[in-house]
């Protein structure tokens, strides 16, 4: 089962980061808001650069000068399906953590941005 990561992120702002394993990476958002707990919530989730699988485990401190200098600290983790779509489309994936535990989806929002998203908490519990 794929595994996601979602680590607090105090760079120049504070956001999270959602990490989903896919095809060998981990495909990453920033959420600048946090990852929404309560179903029919929306955050804006912005795609970056797909990082290494070792971000699954990684906490500590990146040093100042280099991209996302600041304190990262892993906020939740788990496994994850996907139900539909996938990276570029429409994603709606079922979440299995300690905090976040429900369906998602990742839904392309071009209006705020061309790798601009928008991260929904659905009513679904999913199966």
Known sequence: MPRFVVHEHH???LHWDL???HGGTLVSFAVPKGVPLEPGVR???V???DHD???LDFEGEIPEGRYGAGRVRIWDRGTYDTLD???GETWRIRLRGRRVDGVYALVPFPTAGERA???LRTGDRGS
């Open 11 to 13: 760079a120049r702002t």
């Open 19 to 21: 990490r989903l394993e």
């Open 43 to 45: 955050r804006l989730a």
């Open 47 to 49: 795609r970056t650069e």
């Open 53 to 55: 699988l070792a971000y």
């Open 85 to 87: 779509g996938g990276p």
């Open 117 to 119: 998203h928008l991260l």
